[in-house]
């Protein structure tokens, strides 16, 4: 059974800074791939970024792209979504999900377990 807990939301201006953690219950955290998706107020819920069990470059949606960065410890089973230069568009909730598999993937579907989000808010 994986168990997730996001934390680390809140409401910020634009430009300003969020640091949204993910601790994931389970034995084997170093061999999950972990992402990160978010759903603004209707819209479907999007990719954002994933980081994969074994090491490599990280994955990022376009629009995020060197402002959003992914990182993981797997010693405390901890994933991080360090969110800088804010944009008011940025304004979701947002979900850590895991992937049993070792490479990173965008698709909604490869993920099945899934945290029950934290909202972020970016004011203009």
């Known amino acids: 059974q994986v168990q997730i807990v996001e934390s680390g939301g809140g409401l910020v201006q634009a430009g300003g800074s969020l640091r949204l953690s993910c601790v994931v219950s389970?034995?084997?955290?170093?061999?999950?791939?972990m992402g990160w998706f978010r759903q603004a107020p209707g819209k479907e819920r999007e990719f954002v970024a994933a980081?994969?069990?074994?090491?490599?470059?990280?994955s990022y949606k376009d629009s995020v792209k060197g402002r959003f960065t992914i990182s993981r410890d797997n010693a405390k089973k901890t994933v991080y979504l360090q969110m800088d230069s804010l944009k008011p568009e940025d304004t979701a909730v947002y979900y850590c999900?895991?992937?049993?598999?070792?490479?990173?993937?965008?698709?909604?579907?490869?993920?099945?377990?899934w945290g029950q989000g934290t909202q972020v808010t970016v004011s203009s």
């Open positions: 980081v994969s069990a074994i090491g490599g470059r990280p």
């Open positions: 999900a895991v992937r049993i598999d070792p490479l990173t993937s965008m698709d909604i579907q490869a993920y099945p377990y």
């Open positions: 389970g034995r084997t955290f170093s061999a999950y791939t």
